[in-house]
């Protein structure tokens, strides 16, 4: 029974993805008593927020066309879905844009605020492709480059925050878009490839 366990193509998989989001975690935990110390609670905070509302928009910035990819039986089809959900996302990506150029105009109390919400665009933009490369990846069955990306996108964080320390909550935000645009990297040439 073991023997067939380990030739169990399912039983791999997980294996693969669990063993990358293990390492993922291992690394925030290992770096975040240096990250906590740098920086401030009010820090912290700005990020939390900045964080909520990226992954808010992000739901909706592709209408979760992502989770339909692995769906279709013909790769044609679910290449049009990837499509489809990357035109989506751009307009959705404008609209947050021209909003943001907007809260200049009526500007929160807050004069950071002003500033978050100019980097709200790009935080949503690399959260959805981050998203969809996921998406792409598991109809690939490439659970690997998941892990990989798992791996990437928490060391670039921990490293991130701790390197542009100097910046305050502008380095924990930087750290944070760095690292899902790290992640997003490995993703691109399966798209390319698709293409």
Do not use: C
Not at 57 to 84: C, D, G, Q, V
Not at 136 to 165: C, E, H, M, P, V
């Amino acid at each position: 029974m073991i023997k067939k366990l380990r030739q169990s193509e399912f039983v791999s998989s997980v294996a693969t993805l669990a063993s990358g989001t293990i390492i993922a975690q291992l690394f925030s935990y290992a770096l975040s008593p240096i990250i906590t110390r740098l920086y401030s609670s009010e820090d912290m905070g700005y990020l939390s927020l900045f964080a909520r509302i990226v992954a808010f928009i992000t739901i909706i910035a592709t209408a979760r066309l992502e989770l339909a990819f692995t769906l279709p039986k013909r790769f044609e089809h679910a290449y049009s879905l990837y499509r489809i959900s990357l035109k989506i996302l751009f307009t959705t990506v404008l609209v947050t844009l021209l909003f943001s150029i907007l809260f200049l105009f009526f500007p929160f109390k807050d004069p950071l605020m002003n500033f978050l919400a100019l980097l709200i665009p790009l935080g949503v933009l690399v959260s959805a492709l981050n998203n969809q490369g996921m998406s792409w990846a598991l109809r690939l069955k490439d659970f690997k480059r998941i892990s990989y990306s798992k791996i990437t996108q928490s060391l670039t964080n921990s490293l991130g925050s701790i390197a542009l320390f100097p910046l305050g909550v502008f380095g924990l935000i930087g750290a944070y878009i760095l690292s899902l645009f790290a992640g997003n990297i490995l993703f691109v040439r399966d798209f390319k490839k698709a293409k």
